[in-house]
């Protein structure tokens, strides 16, 4: 008969067992699988940690924030298992480089981080930096990875693990914008830049409901006849105390708090309340909205355009969506989907900011989009530049031949009009015609130019 110490032995080697198995999963839970090292969830909760000591023992704490440069060319040219085998490998070496105490972890996609308490800042970055620019043997190619950092510090920028990350990517953000390859740690700019930012946060969350957004329009032009025949409707603030505020302004900062969708259906509902009766009075043809690609990762955005455009007195017809092609990109099935949905409607599609990207072509003859618009830099040297015009000219060739029609964006001397006149573009835009102005000029404008007599007056 087993003894009661037999079951005593089996059922602690069992619970052994189980809290095994519970380590190997909660380890698993915490760590990459890419590179082993902790991921971005054990990342902010050791962090946390970290923070809770040091404010017992008054030690500092640095957080660096590592990001590869162009890591996504590198990706796309070689492809993801060389991307891959990259990241591994750096994340070997940051692995040999921290020292006992320090966390290493992978934030997501190129981006790692360090936690230390180190004190000598400027010679961790730089050993850092030409870490990451050793070159690097990848299925028999030499790759350079070059990456860049940012750095934030506890208790001196910052007292919360929320506040140190954000203040680590801002630095991060400036160390690439001035070219990567470089440190940059949080300082009292980055700080007035971040009030700053906090301040626009909250004066935009007012601002909309307020209807400080307002929609202007720029005309566009038939190239043939010089006829303005649409209008793309362009938002600006008119902030009370800062005056009026460009896009370039907030729509980045409502993109990334989620904001944009609220400030683009304000604006929709805005322009078609001023711009239908243009339309019903054959002033103009079409009126031209732009869409974040933020709304359009909304599976729900086509249909409730089409909802709300039913709601307005604009013709489905007279309505064009400028869509860009990172969106496209993004997510081609859902592009697809919001597409086809519009286009049965009658809704236009236009594919905006043609030429930044990959511009291809070839995507366009798989969705029906009937409308492209060549970007401002292409134009900007057209009928100067013997090869960006020659581009801009086998563009155009190529566009007519599959049947879409091309707007030229940012046309602002003559030469340029009559060189993409020559060459088949179809419409124009630009400050050679008009800048963008508030509702009550423009239609004062297309009255002038295009309103004969009032259509209604005349037929009586
Ligand atoms: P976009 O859609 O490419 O708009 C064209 C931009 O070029 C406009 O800038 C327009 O004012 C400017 N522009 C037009 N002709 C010329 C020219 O001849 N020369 C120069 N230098 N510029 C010209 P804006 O109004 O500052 O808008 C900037 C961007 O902000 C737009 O680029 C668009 O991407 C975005 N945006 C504007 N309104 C909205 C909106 O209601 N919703 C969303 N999601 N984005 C908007
Ligand atoms: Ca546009
Ligand atoms: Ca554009």
């Known amino acids: 008969m087993p003894q009661l110490a037999d079951h005593q032995t089996e059922f602690a080697a069992r619970v052994a067992e189980l809290e095994a198995e519970r380590e190997l999963t909660l380890r698993l839970a915490q760590t990459d699988s890419l590179t082993g090292l902790v991921n971005r969830g054990a990342f902010t909760s050791g962090l946390c940690e970290r923070l809770e000591a040091a404010r017992d023992s008054g030690a500092q704490v640095a957080l660096f924030i590592i990001d590869l440069d162009r890591f996504k060319n590198l990706n796309d040219t070689l492809g993801h298992h060389a991307g891959d085998q990259l990241l591994a490998e750096l994340g070997e070496r940051l692995r040999a480089e921290a020292r006992p105490g320090e966390l290493v972890a992978r934030l997501g996609g190129d981006e790692f981080a360090l936690i230390t308490n180190d004190t000598d800042i400027s010679g961790r970055a730089s050993r850092l930096i030409s870490m990451l620019t050793l070159p690097q043997t990848i299925y028999g190619r030499t790759v350079v990875p070059g990456g860049s950092i940012g750095v934030a510090l506890y208790p001196r920028d910052a007292q919360d693990a929320g506040d140190l990350q954000r203040f680590a990517d801002m630095a991060l953000y400036r160390a690439k914008a001035l070219g990567g390859r470089r440190c940059s740690v949080f300082d009292a700019d980055l700080r007035n830049e971040s009030l700053r930012r906090r301040n626009l946060e909250a004066e935009l969350r007012r601002a909309i409901p307020a209807g400080e957004i307002e929609p202007w329009f720029q005309p566009i032009i038939d190239s043939m006849t010089g006829r303005m025949v649409g209008v793309e409707v362009l938002a600006r603030w008119r902030h009370p105390d800062q005056g009026l505020l460009s896009p370039a302004a907030f729509v980045p900062m409502a993109e990334e708090l989620g904001l944009i969708k609220a400030i683009d259906e304000a604006i929709f509902e805005a322009a078609c309340a001023r711009a239908a009766p243009w339309v019903a009075d054959d002033l103009i043809e079409v009126v031209s909205c732009n869409v974040s690609p933020r709304d359009l ?164």
């Open 297 to 460: 990762l909304d599976p729900g955005f086509s249909r409730k355009l089409i909802q709300r455009l039913g709601q307005t007195a604009l013709p489905a017809t007279a309505l064009t969506v400028e869509i860009t092609e990172t969106f496209l990109l993004q997510d081609m099935a859902l592009a697809r989907r919001h597409i086809e949905r519009l286009a049965a409607k009658g809704v236009n599609v236009a594919l905006d900011d043609f030429g930044t990207g990959y511009s291809n072509l070839r995507s366009l003859m798989h969705l029906p989009i009937q409308t492209v618009k060549l970007d401002r830099s292409l134009i900007d040297d057209v009928g100067r530049d013997a090869r960006v015009s020659k581009l801009v000219a086998s563009m155009l060739h190529a566009a007519r031949s599959l049947g879409v029609r091309i707007i030229a964006e940012g046309v602002e001397h003559e030469a340029q009009a009559l060189f993409l006149r020559s060459a088949g573009c179809d419409r124009m835009q630009g400050y050679f015609f008009a800048r963008p102005m508030p509702a009550d000029e423009m239609e004062a404008m297309l009255r002038e130019a295009n309103g004969v007599t009032p259509k209604r007056a005349a037929v009586g």
